[in-house]
């Protein structure tokens, strides 16, 4: 079976910095896809990797790891309008996104 | 134009009323996708289509009715639905089904609500 595992919920302090963790099993793997939620809204894209290192985008940085299944989203200088739901995806041997259910980050202040 | 538009944005049916949904996306995406979002899930794959061909069905309900009619428009048409299928319906489009690097693009969703 297919299956990506996420924390269901995460909170952290305005200013600080947050790490999203996501484990994946699937069936091939072409590549995994963070995409952010706003309540009420659309996904929207943050970052994509296929190869294992650190990809970085200002505040935001996204790591992966093929051989562990692994991989991570870094917020750092967390800001109230980053809360959101953080959603990690994987595209699988048929090319077709596999969908985490997702990291619900709270930011207080 | 790096957008994805749906119409309308909400929408409240009653279980026999026939009602469309609409997608529009002019960055010459070949793919287009229909998603539907429960609260708090992910989003569900629906139907894939890919160069105005159905492409994947995900054994949805024949109440859902999918129609391409060109390569920047997707229709959702529904019929006879259930209080149930209540949800967020998310269109997307990708470049092509089968490439490595596929980003999707979301349109805003339309809020659906069945009474």
């Known amino acids: 079976g297919q299956n990506i595992d996420q924390p269901t919920e995460m909170t952290a302090t305005e200013g600080a910095i947050v790490q999203i963790n996501c484990t994946y099993q699937?069936?091939?793997?072409?590549?995994l896809f963070w995409y952010q939620q706003h309540a009420g809204e659309a996904p929207t894209f943050l970052s994509y990797?296929?190869l294992d290192g650190l990809e970085e985008k200002g505040r935001f940085s996204s790591f992966l790891s093929r051989s562990k299944g692994y991989s991570y989203l870094l917020l750092k200088e967390l800001q109230m309008k980053d809360s959101a739901s953080y959603l990690c995806?994987?595209?699988?041997?048929?090319?077709?996104?596999?969908w985490g259910a997702g990291t619900k980050l709270i930011i207080k202040p | 134009d790096t957008e994805v538009t749906q119409t309308p944005k909400h929408l409240v049916m009653g279980m026999t009323n026939k009602k469309s949904l609409k997608c529009e996306q002019h960055?010459?995406?070949?793919?287009m996708y229909w998603y539907k979002q429960k609260a708090k899930k992910p989003p569900e794959l629906m139907f894939v289509?890919?160069?105005?061909?159905?492409?994947i069905n995900e054994s949805v309900p024949s109440r859902f009715s999918p129609e391409c009619p060109n390569s920047s428009l997707l229709n959702l048409h529904l019929h006879a639905l259930q209080p149930e299928d209540s949800a967020l319906y998310l269109c997307?489009?990708?470049?092509?089904?089968?490439?490595?690097?596929?980003?999707?693009?979301f349109g805003p969703g339309t809020r659906l609500t069945v009474l």
């Open positions: 997307a489009s990708s470049q092509a089904l089968a490439d490595i690097y596929n980003e999707q693009f």
């Open positions: 960055m010459g995406h070949r793919a």
């Open positions: 289509y890919s160069y105005e061909k159905l492409s």
């Open positions: 699937t069936s091939g793997f072409n590549g």
């Open positions: 990797n296929v």
């Open positions: 995806a994987v595209v699988d041997s048929n090319y077709q996104l596999i």
